[in-house]
């Protein structure tokens, strides 16, 4: 089936700046008022038909609306927390495949690699206070 929509007539006609509830007429020109009316995401009611349900109340449509935006929040951070979750169990699995399969073998060689470092730490400084010694033995 094709339309031809420029012969269909429109019910409400469309503002220059803004936008315009084909449920209501009702005008917007502000992205506030316009996402108060028709809610923050396309799933959401517009506020004229939830009037018609509630009996005209705006304050219950303005509390929906608040309820609305603090459940898009919640829904936001939940999924930056799942996220989160996924890049540290990423970590951990990488961090055990480096140390052979659990934390422990990690800290194990951790503790090994430490021992070592102290080990050099301590022939540098002795190599350090016997240096004139041996350049003397050696040049000697």
Sequence with gaps: MNTDWSKVPETHTMPVAGWCCYHCGETFTTRGSAADHFGATPDRE????????????RGLEMELRKREASEDEWRQRALAA??????????????????????QALRHKLDSMQGRVVTAD??????????PEIFAEVIG
């Design 82 to 103: 799942e996220d989160a979750l996924e890049v540290a169990q990423i970590q951990v699995s990488e961090f055990e495949a480096i140390a052979g399969g659990s934390h």
């Design 122 to 131: 301590a022939l540098i400084e002795g190599f350090r206070e016997r240096s």
């Design 46 to 57: 517009p506020g004229c038909l939830i009037r018609v349900k509630y009996g005209d109340e």
